[in-house]
């Protein structure tokens, strides 16, 4: 089945074989059109329309192209009628938004109550088992944490977002089946709410005590780059400290970019792992729009392939993809159309796009991911390959990206304190 983003040519014409196109104009094969294709055809073409509208601020057409894209648009359709669903939904709020001059600043961390909190969390814990997105986030970064840290005794790691985390029994796993034992495992969790945290906390040091690691855990309300006094991470001498930080839309994770840098300037971690999405937020409405359709339309395309614990037509697969498309997808979409992105609060300062170029000037250097990360990323994807087969998996100057056919969608990144490479060398 053909995605939005394979599909944006007028759909003129139509009962007329066609060939499969996509954005950029490109054909690839000849095929008959069927009339779920015509609709995503022509749902592209309003949403662009109506994109198009907003941008030169028509708010009139915009609202009846938004009426008459939202009734063909569906949430539990086609791929093309489920991502457009969203993007309906989105371009909707940012209209009103325009016709009253308010755009508001996406929520801060501390405004999202505990109940949203946990309805993040239990979608990504879906998304963690239908797509290879999560778990290729974790076993890249575990890996690239466990080389840094070898014949480490003293182990501290800091999540900037911590959430449920899901990825550290992992890294609990080969930790402790090092011949070399850990003395000290901390792991410092921010994140929005101190009852979460706690919760973590306390699932984490049950599973590590299972392991017979002696472990500890830190909760810290609030936001890395909001952190004046640093002293309140608990860095400690002799600890090699290692960071985490999975990028995504959803909310804003780390507050001032300045301050995140200067935290990170500060402390030079032992490793910095990062996440990141492959989708850019800055530039004109219109620009945003066109690289977000191309992002989230290849995103929900992937979620047609079988789960690993079902197919497509398994009611139990499609309520995981709708509570994952609703809840994680779809706040994303809103956060970048309708807002601008979690960077644009317009709180006056320069935001950063390129982290890996602020990283290189604050002082790291990259640490290649080539190896074993990549070994673990390409077993994984490996293991699930019958469920997983439009999966591509690229090594990119030290970097690890993961993709749907021929787009990349997110990057895994390590890096260093150059010092540190220095030494090594």
């Known amino acids: 089945m053909k995605s939005i983003r394979d599909a944006a040519v007028d759909d003129d014409n139509s009962d ?4 499969r196109p996509n954005l950029t104009g490109e054909t690839t094969g000849n095929e008959l059109a069927t009339g779920a294709e015509r609709r995503g055809l022509r749902l592209l073409r309003l949403l662009l329309q109506c994109a198009e509208c907003v941008a030169m601020d028509n708010l009139s057409d915009a609202a009846d192209l938004v009426l008459e894209a939202s009734e063909l648009a569906s949430p539990f359709g086609s791929s093309p009628e489920r991502v457009a669903a969203y993007f309906v939904d989105a371009l909707r709020f940012r209209i009103v938004g325009s016709c009253i001059g308010i755009h508001s600043p996406l929520k801060h961390i501390k405004t999202l109550n505990l109940s949203q909190m946990q309805s993040f969390h239990g979608a ?3 998304y963690n088992a239908i797509s290879p997105f999560v778990k290729f986030s974790h076993f890249t970064a575990n890996q690239a944490i466990y080389e840094a840290v070898d014949g480490e005794e003293r182990v501290h790691v800091i999540d900037l977002d911590i959430m449920q985390g899901l990825q550290w029994p992992g890294l609990f796993h080969i930790l402790a089946s090092r011949p070399r034992k850990i003395v000290s495992l901390r792991l410092t969790g921010i994140g929005s709410s101190t009852e979460l945290l706690e919760q973590t906390g306390r699932r984490l040091a049950e599973f590590a005590r299972s392991l017979g690691l002696p472990f500890e855990f830190h909760s810290l309300e609030g936001k890395i780059g909001d952190v004046a006094d640093l002293s309140r991470l608990g860095i400690r001498p002799g600890e090699a400290t290692v960071m985490h930080w999975m990028h995504h839309s959803l909310y804003d994770v780390i507050g001032s970019n300045l301050g995140t840098l200067r935290a990170m300037k500060s402390i030079r971690p032992k490793l910095i792992t990062v996440i990141e999405q492959d989708l850019s937020k800055t530039g004109s409405f219109l620009v945003r729009f066109v ?3 191309h992002y989230y339309s290849a995103l929900f395309d992937a979620l047609e392939v079988p789960g690993e614990d079902g197919f497509v037509g398994d009611e139990g697969m499609i309520l995981r993809r709708h509570q994952v498309e609703q809840r994680l997808f779809g706040a994303e979409i809103r956060n ?13 300062e320069v935001k950063v796009e390129r982290w890996g170029d602020e990283l290189i000037r604050a002082g790291f250097l ?3 991911l080539a190896g074993s990360p990549a070994a673990q990323a390409s077993l994984l994807l490996g293991m699930y390959r019958s469920n997983w087969r439009g999966y591509s998996l690229a090594e990119e100057n030290g970097c690890l990206k993961l993709g749907w056919k021929d787009l990349s969608l ?8 150059s010092t540190d490479l220095i030494g090594n060398t």
């Open 16 to 19: 007329r074989p066609r060939k």
């Open 124 to 126: 990504l814990q879906s």
């Open 291 to 293: 690289e977000a359709l």
């Open 336 to 348: 970048i159309v309708a807002v601008g992105g979690p960077k644009r609060s317009g709180g006056g």
């Open 366 to 368: 990259p640490f290649s």
């Open 410 to 417: 997110l990057t895994a990144s390590a890096w260093q304190p």
